[in-house]
Every structure is written in C-alpha cells, then in structure tokens.
C-alpha cells in the first residue's frame, strides 16, 4: 500500500507543481551563463498556497533573467500542464518568443509534460534547442517576496482581491527594472548595428 501512495504521489502532476524538488543535483552545481539578449533565458515558479480569489489560488511568476522584468499571472494550482502551456503562449510567448532555456525548480515530470504541451500547441517538432534546469532560483524567490510584500500592503480584509492588484504589482515591479531595461536596449542596439556593418563589409 505504501508503495503504491509513493508512485501515485510521484507522479501526480499537482504535487510536482505545488513542491520543490528536493532531489540532489547531478555532479557540480555551475552557475548559470549570463544572457546576452532578453527574453533569451527565462526563470519561472509558483506562488501556492494563496486565499481563493476568484477561482484562482496561486500565482506563476515568469523572470526574464538578463533585465529581471517579470509577468504574474494568476491560476489555479490544480492547472493542467496543457493548459499552463496555453497560459505561456497568452501570456509570454506572444510578447517575447521561445526562449532558448528556463530555469524552474519543479520535477522533471512536470517540467517535460509543459514543455510537450507547449510544443504540441505551436505545432513545433520535439528537439533540444531549449534546455530546462531543474534547481532552486534565487531570483525568482526574489522576485516572488517583492510581490508578496507588495500584495501584503494592499489586500483587502477577507485577503480575497489579490487577482485585481496582479497588473498594478507586475506594473509598479517592472517600473523598477526599467532602468536595466534601457541599459540592455542600447546594448543589443549596438550588437545589431555592429553585426550589420559587418556583414556590410563581408
């Protein structure tokens, strides 16, 4: 019987989204390479445990790793990985494109089943191009306390509105980022612009 719960709780796909993996990584721990194009490297987690506020109770919080401008966006924690994927093209895809890898401390199940997903929907072929790294992310974590506090400051009584303030929080944290915003444009400006007289001069 008890093996049984084990494998059911191993791969229940709602327990590997709302806990972190606390298996030990493979071989060295390596940091993770600087991006050099936003949008290019992604970080992603979930924020569980919420009060119901509509019918969602957990926020997805997506990072972009080179200038820290994130997306919350509210869901369920019960969500189906078909349906977050639908949820990645609304909300991320749209505005940024495929992004060459993602770090998110959730299993290697889950992980796979999303990406499946997401690839099924965009009718694109299965291959390796975007490498997934199952490990904690202190950035996301960052970025997850900043808006708890932020939400703590404005939340109703009842804790029940959190869903309505989301825009007003990925707005005011993004404010905060703009800065590195524009230090990162004029930066790829400059690549691009130096990668065209190259190619000018070829």
């Known amino acids: 019987m008890r093996r049984f719960v084990n494998r059911y709780i191993a791969n229940c796909s709602v327990c590997i989204r709302a806990k972190s993996s606390r298996q030990e990584s493979q071989g060295h721990l390596k940091p ?28 997805w919080v997506v990072v972009d790793r080179l200038t ?35 770090v998110i401390d959730r299993g290697s199940l889950f992980t796979s089943n999303f990406w499946k997903s997401l690839l099924s929907l965009l009718k694109i072929k299965p291959n390796m191009s975007t490498a997934f790294h199952t490990q904690t992310d202190g950035q996301t974590e960052r970025t997850s306390s900043i808006l708890e506090q932020y939400l703590r400051v404005y939340l109703n009584y009842q804790q029940d509105d959190w869903v309505s ?7 005011s ?13 004029k930066i790829n400006q400059r690549i691009l612009f130096e990668t065209e007289l190259y190619l000018r001069q070829s």
């Open 32 to 59: 993770l390479e600087i991006p050099n194009m936003p949008w290019t490297s992604i970080s992603m987690d979930f924020i569980v445990g919420l009060p119901q506020s509509g019918e969602c109770n957990t926020i």
């Open 68 to 102: 820290k401008v994130a997306h919350f966006i509210p869901c369920k924690d019960s969500i189906a990985s078909k349906d977050l994927a639908f949820m990645f093209i609304r909300h991320i895809f749209r505005l940024h494109g495929l992004p060459k890898d993602i």
């Open 165 to 171: 303030l989301l825009p007003l929080a990925e707005f």
């Open 173 to 185: 944290y993004n404010m905060l980022c703009s800065g590195k915003v524009k230090e990162i444009t």
